[in-house]
């Protein structure tokens, strides 16, 4: 069973928003075009300019993945894994390649204002790699999953499934804000185990993990040693 963790606006709010976003960026897309403001009714580079505006709202889908991908956790048979989702990465991909796709076509067959055009391409075409993809990408593997007997987790740099009869305690390791980044175990072999959540794109799920130790392993908590790192 998925459930739902993190409510979105409501969805008249967020298409009224978008509609928003792709009109206002029909209008400011006439720069890109090598045809004076006044003489765009006389021209043909309408249907660019909705291109453009496409290109940016898949930009905004893509950064703004809630709208398509609302934060959701799985819960099965007592247990409950955090992941960074396999099907939206793929859904971000295929939709990204649309923008570079849009940009191409306007080159080659308007005529255009080629700094102005750079700046929009690279802005549409950038900030979604930055921003969603690149993390996304290197996170693929990535997941955690806690249950009454076992915490297991993967990331790019290691993997583990720790059972729960073996922790002395846990230590959740927070930055200055109080934002949870690592979950320090102390095992009864004094081994010690850190689960790097900060580098597993797992951002969404911190206060829903939080709430799970508090809930489940509070017996375990080292609450005397709770860290902040910087």
Same mark, same amino acid.
């Given at each position: 069973?998925r459930?739902?963790?993190?409510?979105?606006?409501?969805?008249?709010f967020s298409i009224? !928003? !978008?509609l928003l @976003?792709?009109?206002?960026?029909i209008?400011?897309s006439h720069? *890109?075009?090598?045809?004076p403001f006044l003489?765009i009714?006389?021209?043909n580079?309408?249907p660019g300019m909705i291109?453009?505006?496409?290109?940016v *709202?898949?930009m905004v889908?893509?950064i703004?993945e809630?709208f398509l991908?609302?934060?959701k956790?799985?819960e099965?048979?007592n247990e409950?894994?955090?992941?960074?989702?396999?099907?939206k990465?793929k859904?971000?991909?295929?939709?990204?390649l649309f923008i570079?796709?849009?940009?191409?076509?306007?080159?080659f067959e308007?005529?255009?204002?080629?700094?102005r055009f750079?700046?929009w391409?690279?802005v549409?075409?950038i900030?979604?790699?930055?921003e969603?993809l690149?993390?996304g990408?290197n996170n693929?593997?990535?997941f955690?999953?806690?249950?009454?007997?076992?915490i297991?987790f993967?990331?790019n740099?290691?993997?583990?499934?720790?059972?729960?009869?073996e922790?002395l305690?846990?230590? !959740?390791?927070?930055d200055?804000?109080g934002?949870i980044?690592k979950i320090?175990?102390?095992k009864?072999?004094?081994?010690?185990?850190i *689960?790097d959540?900060?580098?597993?794109?797992?951002?969404a799920f911190?206060?829903? @993990?939080?709430?799970?130790i508090a809930?489940?392993?509070e017996?375990?908590?080292?609450?005397?040693?709770?860290?902040?790192?910087?």
């Amino acid at each position: 069973m998925r459930k739902l963790i993190r409510p979105t606006y409501p969805k008249e709010f967020s298409i009224g !928003l !978008l509609l928003l @976003i792709f009109i206002f960026s029909i209008f400011l897309s006439h720069q *890109i075009f090598d045809v004076p403001f006044l003489e765009i009714s006389k021209s043909n580079v309408y249907p660019g300019m909705i291109l453009v505006g496409v290109a940016v *709202i898949i930009m905004v889908l893509i950064i703004w993945e809630e709208f398509l991908f609302p934060i959701k956790i799985k819960e099965v048979n007592n247990e409950i894994v955090f992941r960074n989702r396999r099907n939206k990465l793929k859904t971000q991909v295929f939709i990204y390649l649309f923008i570079p796709a849009i940009f191409g076509f306007i080159y080659f067959e308007y005529e255009i204002n080629h700094i102005r055009f750079f700046l929009w391409a690279a802005v549409c075409i950038i900030a979604p790699i930055v921003e969603k993809l690149a993390s996304g990408i290197n996170n693929y593997n990535d997941f955690l999953k806690f249950s009454n007997d076992f915490i297991e987790f993967r990331n790019n740099k290691k993997a583990g499934l720790i059972k729960l009869k073996e922790v002395l305690n846990f230590t !959740l390791v927070k930055d200055e804000h109080g934002v949870i980044k690592k979950i320090q175990l102390l095992k009864s072999n004094n081994e010690e185990v850190i *689960i790097d959540l900060d580098e597993m794109e797992l951002e969404a799920f911190y206060d829903t @993990i939080n709430n799970y130790i508090a809930n489940h392993y509070e017996h375990m908590m080292n609450k005397a040693n709770v860290s902040n790192v910087s």
